[in-house]
């Protein structure tokens, strides 16, 4: 059994609110790329970077990264990893770049995305945003910037359905 935990107007809220930390943290937007982590924080980075547009007036860069390849259990797994596009439309050294994820959990995939971002250049900096932190972390990772902090157990499994993947906007846990 599934239960809505945010729907579209929780999760608009929380775009807005991390665009405005985001802002504050980095006193303006100059300088800032997105590089949204494939599937999920894609679509995130993406509404992300259109808010950021609207609140500063400026295009925010926004990039695609497949850390399929840098992940820790890669000669483990039974199948193998779906390669997607790694695409980063800047140059990343010298920029603050802000990875963004739909949900972190042990902190592993976040590891792998830093190694794949260092991979591409040496940024000023490496901050981290996702709509939901779950906890449970296995590594030392904290996220920057948060839409809603849920605490779950480790059986359960957070759902993250956006429109640009599904019928309508929600996280629903399970």
Sequence with gaps: MSKVLLDRKDIDRAITRMSH???????????ICLVGIQRGGVHIAKRLALKLGEIEGSDIPVGTLDIALYRDDIGVRKEQPVIRRTEVPCEINNRRVVLVDDVL????????????????????SIQLAVLVDRGHRELPIKADFVGKNIPTSREETVNVVLTEDGPEDMVAIA
């Design 21 to 31: 930390e985001i802002i504050e943290k980095n006193r303006g937007t100059a300088g």
């Design 105 to 124: 959990y042990t902190g592993r995939s976040i590891r792998a995305a830093m190694d794949a971002v260092m991979d591409l250049g040496r940024p000023a």
